[in-house]
């Protein structure tokens, strides 16, 4: 196990660097700048700069360097310094915009992926175990709601009805006091009363499509040899199922680490911008619009270092569920 996690480890490093580069390209493929954004935005509002003005500022930015000499100098100050490099738009340094959103977002992963468990693991077992039942029928259809509906249309439904019938405060993570607040057990409370929306936003989605993997996975096992085994030597129905069947089932689950936590992070922008959300997914996409390329590149690779993280979690788990995968 020790050799597996190392080997991965290993291979993180050189994944990491060709990722990044990768990224710094891509953002940097569409016409212009960061300058010739920040002009037409000013030339939007009846501002006009001049080419003078224009060639000092990609001077200070470092923008007419060659672009491996930009991506060099920005490598070497992550690895020299933890140096994210500054943000054009927002004049900070990178990292200080981007850790605060970073745990809220990881905390939203979190508390959604947890419930997306807690909901699709038992219901994809019921449906399996009395298929065809009134019951099952009825999850059905809640699978197929949550995958047809978009998340953003959902947003809009659940905040009008909570605002309306329930009035509650909806619409970002905090409270208006608790915002730029420092961090107490008053501000976590408040956290919590909040962020129930948008992890039920979250968590539709993927349950629905979590519960048809486990009602599958679990109508193919149940019929197996080894479960009529167990079944005649007296084991209870209820030992059986998580001993035998459940356990070889979850494997979908397991593996859905890998890419849940960078999906929520990326994938979730809509629905973020529905309910102003302080996370990343509204900055990057801010940042990829402005051409901001340290703040995008920065986020890119810390979503590709999760990806990474979460898929060695993933087959390290999996061995340990599973004895039929081993690590070699």
């Not at 219901?123 to 953003?152: E, H, R």
């Amino acid at each position: 196990m020790l050799k597996f996690i190392g080997k991965r480890l290993l291979w993180m490093i050189p994944s990491l660097f060709a990722v990044s580069f990768l990224a710094f390209v891509l953002i940097q493929l569409p016409p212009g700048d960061y300058v010739t954004t920040y002009i037409a935005t000013l030339a939007a509002s009846n501002e006009v700069v001049d080419q003078n003005t224009a060639a000092q500022l990609r001077e200070r930015f470092g923008l007419d360097d060659p672009m491996l000499v930009q991506y060099g100098k920005w490598m070497w100050g992550i690895l020299s310094r933890g140096d994210f490099g500054i943000s054009f738009e927002w004049q900070q340094p990178v990292s200080g915009l981007i850790w605060e959103r970073m745990a809220l977002t990881l905390v939203l992963a979190i508390a959604s992926l947890l419930a997306t468990w807690a909901i699709a693991l038992p219901i994809g077992v019921y449906s399996a175990v009395k298929k065809y039942s009134i019951g099952d029928y009825a999850f059905t259809a809640f699978s197929f709601f949550g995958l047809s509906v978009p998340s953003f249309l959902l947003a809009l439904v659940l905040m009008y009805v909570a605002a309306v019938e329930f009035g509650a405060d909806v619409g970002g993570l905090f409270s208006q006091e608790y915002e730029t607040a420092p961090w107490s057990i008053a501000k976590m409370v408040d956290l919590m009363t909040h962020i129930w929306l948008p992890v039920t936003i979250l968590a539709v989605s993927s349950t629905a499509s979590l519960i048809r993997v486990m009602r599958a996975n679990m109508l193919d096992e149940l019929p197996k040899p080894y479960v009529t085994t167990a079944r005649a030597k007296g084991l209870s129905e209820f030992r059986l199922l998580t001993k035998y069947p459940m356990r070889i089932a979850l494997n979908p689950f397991i593996s859905t680490i890998a890419w849940l936590l960078p999906n929520l992070i990326s994938g979730s922008v809509v629905v973020a911008i529905v309910l102003n959300l302080p996370t990343a997914a509204p900055l990057l996409l801010q940042a990829l619009m402005a051409q901001d390329m340290y703040l995008a590149g920065a986020f890119v690779l810390l979503i590709c270092a999760l990806t990474l993280i979460g898929s060695l979690i993933s087959d390290i788990l999996l061995a340990m569920v599973d004895p039929r995968i081993r690590l070699e």
